[in-house]
């Protein structure tokens, strides 16, 4: 008896669709920090009590406040957007015994005059 082989065609193979090369992008400059958030402030007496009454970029006094808020575990715990004032803060904060870090900062810019 004569068995035929049974041979597999390969299925064409489907051409690859050509992707558009992609386009290298020019690099990126870097980009310049705004020289009025660079120019040292001066803090006030209240604020000087904890960042110090060194005139300092706002940056730098925000930088030292936090700080301070670690160090003295003022961050809430349940709520990490929440600030705890003790003695030094309330004075800081208007008087308020809890603040938001976003609140933090407009209430500091009070205490501080270029």
Do not use: C
């Not at 065609?9 to 990126?28: D, E, H, L, Q, T």
């Amino acid at each position: 008896m004569a068995t035929k082989k049974a041979t597999k065609k390969a299925a064409p193979k489907k051409a690859a669709a050509k992707k558009p090369a992609a386009k290298k992008a020019a690099p990126k400059a870097k980009r310049k920090a705004n020289p009025a958030l660079m120019k040292p402030v001066q803090p006030d007496a209240v604020l000087a009590a904890v960042v110090g009454s060194k005139p300092a970029p706002r940056g730098q006094i925000t930088k030292k406040l936090w700080d301070y808020i670690k160090k003295n575990g003022l961050q809430d715990a349940k709520n990490k957007r929440q600030i705890n004032a003790d003695d030094a803060l309330k004075a800081v904060f208007g008087g308020k015994k809890s603040v938001t870090m976003f609140e933090m900062t407009k209430l500091v810019s009070a205490h501080i005059s270029a």
